[in-house]
């Protein structure tokens, strides 16, 4: 059950609010968020909800079954709109596209980057500065040094910056230097992680895990919004089957779903989907059918010489027949 | 590796062919199908191909390193394209739609989907009368009385039929009514059945397995193939994942994947795909968009009294939206 | 429900019970087996199961809501044991060992094989005659003329036969010379073959399908069952998942399963379960110790020539010192 | 390549080795655990190890092709047994055994456990204090305090303590309050986690992940030993696959896979694998037979009372006998 207070409750309504859900065996979890204030009462036994709906101070009640609740579409039914500022939104109607190296290798490479970026009009940059690699020989990004002048030449260029958060202790030096935080897959249910995104202003796109069910990247999406961050995006990138023809099973059924399911923004990423170059266009522009609010893709001037990801890396001249198709499907759907 | 005989090879220049591939330590298996003559050699060591090439008889040879050969891409550049005569292709510059029920019911349900597809133009009807059931105590389909009726509507009405055949004595008895046999996802590696198929004259769509691999969907195709049968579909219907939240996983990567390593067309099974009424048109697109040459769909009159599958099956109106959108999607990528 | 009927039961009492049946909106199926007549009852609405328990030529009733139900525990407590004559059974207080090659290759072998399985009591040879090839252009196996061998020289040393049959066409031809089907995992749900294997009187091992769930390997040995034979076996050989390690991920979760929900003996095959020699033993073991009633392995006498899965086929020094342990592990748990 | 250095080994030396290596091409990591140094080389290209092998400082090198080099047994023969002190081992003659509950609750519940665990003879408690729980709604275990209490009883009788650490925060505050530390499924590849880890003097028990493949799992305890800490557990724990019938597959394939593989000891947890309680027992001796140096198992006076976990939790009864028949099962295989 979602208890949505109103702005103008005070304590002695909101000490009311609380005992009586008490009183009925409710156990209660305040969630404050940049927008709202808001009561989630998880109940033990079957009661009247009326009994609540009359008190004060409380602008609106939903029961939610779903393990899921401020994240579920049977709560709200307007999708979410994520706003990054000067004019970039995600989840509106326009298709968002995010397009960037796997890693962020040198400023060279960043302003390269930029420049392909401005001659299409995209206006996020993904880049990864902390790589995680199952191999600890392996390179494993540039980090803040490599952040900060990621962030400095797209800030110039009017670009937003989206990259990858591996542990809590980064939240922090990274705030500054990011306008999306990403959650990849092997950290989908990093609860500390998500814990520690749930307390700051900026958007979180939180990737399914390897082998994550739906269920459960809606629950790691609420461990977010319940921590206080409503700004959500879900993101489908594959996973983890018997199949060895391609990188990861690219899911594109959990687009709809996944709508159908919550009010959050849904982001498709072809390329550790099927993580083959010459396919990546077709499954992106299939995931934009599917419903995605938004595409996310590796692209380097020189994939095959790109520190890592190149095989699923676009060209240059791939990636901008891709984002013409895109945006004309997305229209046209 | 692939020999292509040529139409006018004589027995003395084909036994001294064969005797050159004995020399040569390459097992020869000689495949005669409706349109050409082949020999496949599976060399056992390397070798010299021009040894060969230079026989006299030979139109056309072509190393396949895949474990499948006349299915393969690398020996036939063209795509097939399957006729069904009267004007219904499958393969070419048209979506191949098939839509019908899961079951075939009665002749009045007959006669109400005809009607569904005349007024859509839809050419091609699909429905089973062998039903494959996990229980033994289940609905199993009207078996050879229902398809005699099936196949006397639609072929009064130019309507081709696709059913499904399980096992080796079925194919005679139901080779004069149909026009496309379809192997089932259990049935995907039953080899004796497909050796069977290769012997007809009939194109068969073979589904990929519940947990079938890429190479074998390809491999089982090949059976087909060297048996005698170069008409041959290939059906992408979901796997079997550990996510809950569909029926089967629909793999769409499958899709770009099977149209680069073989010359045969695929279809695109969005019902048993995701299994929920709500998306199957979502998906259907989406799969027309990763380069599907046709869509197989259920459709009702009144899904919710189907004998089977109601959960999945579209309503007529859900139904005649998607073929419009379809069509539509499929000329403009 | 399952209605076991006396065998006394007359033509009017059996009329008045299906009446009755009728009567309650319950579905019947008549079950005649090599050793009891049933009534499968699958009733569409709840009922007083008295109403039918008082009715002449009743032996007992019991309600099964499993999708299964011949081969359900629930209705049958005592195990079933499997009576090969000669003394050789499956499911009492001996571990039955099934051994002997992938592919029967000439009757040197199956000599050879027959005077390693004396020399170690092992009473039951394995070996396939039929052999279920992904490619065209592999090796399929003697066929009949290789099974008649085969068949013939384990009858003159006492040894039982157990064999693969792929199609429907084979039962017949085979039936005089095998003393247990096996159905393979490619034919798990082959419902036609399960049918026709439920009309004969010799008993059948069924495997799991590659990626066949618990309740879909019960339901399939429910078609042999309901089909007349109650002589079955189920086999756990390991199953596709995303890890490579192995050939399959043999899942000997599925023994205790097995045996909690039905009566039927289970059988483990760690050669096509893990699929490496050098790990066969061990797993085998590990299977005996979950609760397996017998055991089925490839050996040969020199694996690295075998036709067929040489890289886990045991040696047979390797094979002795199992049958040694195994017996021992089987009366120590 | 790992290269060990010599204990006398002087910096002049190591420089030379060091610039050898360069000139070589081969790029070098150095590692200093608690008991040796070592350089990992990764060379770029082939090359004459014997340039290398004769300078001065070398105790000896090893050629390792795998991902992972210093759990690989190519380089250590021997098998590693971690030593907790007072006669505590994992790894050597005796089975390890790990029992308690899945939460820790409160003092009573500790004492009583402790209680079981010495009658039993059981010298390692398990017990969690931070629980990942899929919903932030679900209880998350008492923390820090929690722990204080289960140290505090557990040393005072003698027991050793193995609790689950979840982000790198958590290592030093937990440090002195465990014997060994767990990394979950869920944190199988948090690298952070893992690097941290690879800094401290405690042994670390690392779980498979959720669909973590045999080769993911070595490189995560490769983290670890390259950041200095040899001391190193694997635990096999189940696997998510498509069968629902049971919590996870439990993978005992792993066992022997893993102890050919690495050197380091591995450990079954069953409680998680079947998740299932009437079955738990059964599987952990089958774990035993495929070769585990120790199970963990979940324990708890009142299973239908615990926290969590209940359903796949022993009563002490079956606990008792689990302990009686594992350890007579692991002295006679």
Known sequence: MIIQLSDTITSLQKDALLNSLSGLN????????QFKNYIIGIPKVDFDIRTIGNLDGIEDIHRVSDAYKLVSKKWKINRTIIDLG?????????????????????????????QHLLKNNIK??????????????AFRGLGMDGLKLFYKHCKENGIKVITEVM????????????????????????????????????????KRGMSG??????????????????????CERGIRTYENAYRNTLDLNAI????????????????????????????????????????????????????????????????????????VLFQNI
Do not use: W
Not at 102 to 108: G, K, M
Not at 173 to 199: C, I, K, P, T, W
Not at 213 to 234: C, D, M, P, Q, R
């Open 213 to 234: 069910t739906i269920e459960e990247l809606l629950a790691s999406a609420e461990y977010v919004f319940s921590n206080g961050n409503e700004k959500l995006l879900l």
């Open 256 to 327: 709809p779903i996944l709508k159908e399911k919550s009010h959050l923004p849904v982001i498709v990423d072809p390329s550790h989907g099927i993580g083959l170059r010459q396919h990546v266009a077709t499954m992106a522009l299939a995931g934009v059918v599917a419903g995605a609010d938004g595409i996310i893709i590796e692209v380097h001037e020189q994939p095959e010489n790109a520190f890592s990801d190149g095989q699923q890396t676009l060209y240059y001249e791939q990636a901008e027949e891709l984002y013409r198709k895109a945006k």
């Open 26 to 33: 409710i156990k209660s979890n305040e969630v404050k968020t």
């Open 124 to 137: 996020i940059m993904r880049g990864g500065v902390y790589k995680p690699r199952s191999s600890p020989y």
């Open 167 to 206: 542990q809590v202790s980064q939240v922090e030096e990274m705030l500054d230097y990011v306008d999306v935080f990403q959650v990849g897959a092997r950290n989908s249910q990093n609860f500390n992680l998500l814990d520690v995104l749930g307390e700051v202003d900026k958007p979180v796109l939180i």
């Open 86 to 114: 000067d004019d970039v939104t995600i989840g509106g109607n326009e298709l968002a596209i995010m397009a960037g190296p796997c890693s962020i290798e040198n400023e060279a490479q960043i302003e390269n980057t930029v």
